[in-house]
């Protein structure tokens, strides 16, 4: 079993930071891969731990729309 050196969590994160660079990473994959942009609701996303990692969740009106994990060093990645 590795183990946790992750130094991420709920406590210590800024939310609105995370949110913004969820947001802007989203964009960019809409633009890349030629899918209509639509916008998250600040409101309906969120973050939240699963078995210790970090996630932040894209939501609006029509459902999830993108999911990242939220990495150590502030740094976001896709997950779904």
């Known amino acids: ?5 992750s130094n991420v969590s709920l406590q210590n994160i800024d939310e609105d930071v995370v949110y913004a660079k969820a947001v802007a ?3 960019r994959y809409c633009n890349k891969n030629g899918y209509l942009y639509q916008q998250p609701s600040k409101c309906g ?4 731990e699963v078995r210790g990692k970090l996630f932040i969740g894209l939501k609006n009106i029509n459902g999830l729309l993108a999911s990242y994990r939220i990495l150590p060093e502030g740094r976001i990645r896709q997950a779904l």
């Open 25 to 27: 990473a989203y964009a």
């Open 1 to 5: 079993m590795k183990p946790n050196n």
């Open 45 to 48: 996303s969120y973050v939240e």
